[in-house]
Structure formats: C-alpha cells, structure tokens
C-alpha cells in the first residue's frame, strides 16, 4: 500500500495540504476530485516523493519513501504530470522507452515487446517511429502514458509486488474516445493488481471508473468513499460551488450534470 498519513504542505503563509491522509490500495482506482486550487496536484507530488511535506509522512509498504533508493522506488511506481517539456526529437517509441531504465538488465526483446504493449494499450502504436515534437497535445500525453505504463510493466515476472500508477489529469488533453480508453487502461492496471491514484475533473467519469473517491478543497480532504457514498449532490454542490444533481437511469447509470432553473 502507498499511504500518506496526516500530511501538510506550506508555501510561505499559504497553506496547501492541510493534515491530509489517503491511501492507493493494490487492485484499486483511487480518484481525487476538487476545484482549481485544492491541493490535488500538491498531495500527487508528495505520494511520488517528489515533494517532501512539512509535516507527516509518506509510507510504501510500511516503510517512509526516503528509505527507499531511487531505483527502487522507480520500479514501485511512476508519475502522469500534467505538463511536459520533453523537445528532443525522440520517436514516440523512444519516449516510451525511457520508462524502461529503472529495468536496464531486462533482456532486449523483453524490452521491446513491453514498449510495443505500452504504445497499443495507449493507442499510439502506429505513431512508434514519428518524431515526438511533431506529435499533437493529446498525442503526446497518449504517448506519454505509454511511458508510465511501461516503466511498471516489470520484467516479466507476474508475482512482483504491487505497484503504482500516479496520473494527474490523465484525460485532460484527450478526445472523447481516447479518454476512455485511458480509463479503461486504469481499471485493467487495478484488475491486474496495481494501484492508481487519477487526479480527474469529471466526476462522470470517477462515478463510473473508481472505486474509491477523495474530494479535496483549500488543500483539506472534505470526504473520502465509495464513489456513490461520496459523489452526491450535496457535496459535490458544495465542493463546486454549482447546484449539481445526479440522475440514475433504468438500468443503475449515473449522470452527474448542473441543475437548470
């Protein structure tokens, strides 16, 4: 399990994460919801120990992340930002493949056949040999989320133990079909037994693809459950400050939409 525990963030007077405890379990898609400005980008930093926080802590396995190598950690986990700078004119199969250096010994052909896995399951197969730089916005972001899902493919041994895919807006630059198809990509990685955190902005779509949802606001955690449990009307209208209702269809589908007057 990849825990934070009562973890604050400061920058100067401001106050960015507020006593924040969450946890990513194996076989789970953990979504965190909030408003521009509530922590979520913060709180994904700090669970990739990217940032350390103020005060509390970040477990993996029981164990503080500062005591784990570089390497290690790289293997444990990989980090979806929502920005990238990456300019060099890498082919979108290059790119991909720098998710392969935590695994520098795997043997090549395994290295090959996981970036090619890697490319189809973001749809980007038949973009491996262009240049990345001439690639759209949501091309490299699909290109981009072939890299994570390569960096924690393993070298080929099914009984490794748990990792984690931590993505912030994953489906932010994406086409209505390639969004789901990246959902789809997070529940396969939970079903195979990995763990994710998604930084998401449509509740639709943690309504239909979490199993579990944190909502965020001010950098405090406002609730945490199960997606029905958490995405009602009352808190979602409070944490948008919208009048939002949820609509259940025949069949068990929800639609969380404005409520016209």
Known sequence: MLAASQVSVHRGARLLLDSVSLSITPGEVHAVLGPNGAGKSTLLSVLAGDLKPDSGHVTLDDRELAAWSLGSLARRRAVLLQQESLRFGFTAAE????????????????????????????????L?????????????????????????????????????LLLDEPTASLDLAHQYQCLRQMRRFAAAGGGVLAVLHDPNQAMAYADRVTLLRNGRLIATGKPAEVLTPRQLSDLYGIELGVHRSEDGHSLIAPLHR
Request: proline share 3%; net charge neutral; hydrophobic share 40%.
């Open 128 to 164: 491996a040999g262009q240049r990345y730089p001439t690639l759209s916005g949501g091309e490299r972001a699909r290109v981009q989320f072939a890299r994570v899902l390569a960096q924690l493919a393993g070298d080929g041994d099914t009984t490794a133990e748990a990792r984690y």
């Open 95 to 126: 790119v991909v493949s720098l998710g392969r250096l935590p695994w520098g010994d795997t043997h090549h052909n395994t290295q090959r056949r996981i970036v090619d896995e890697s490319l189809a399951a973001a749809g980007v197969l038949e």
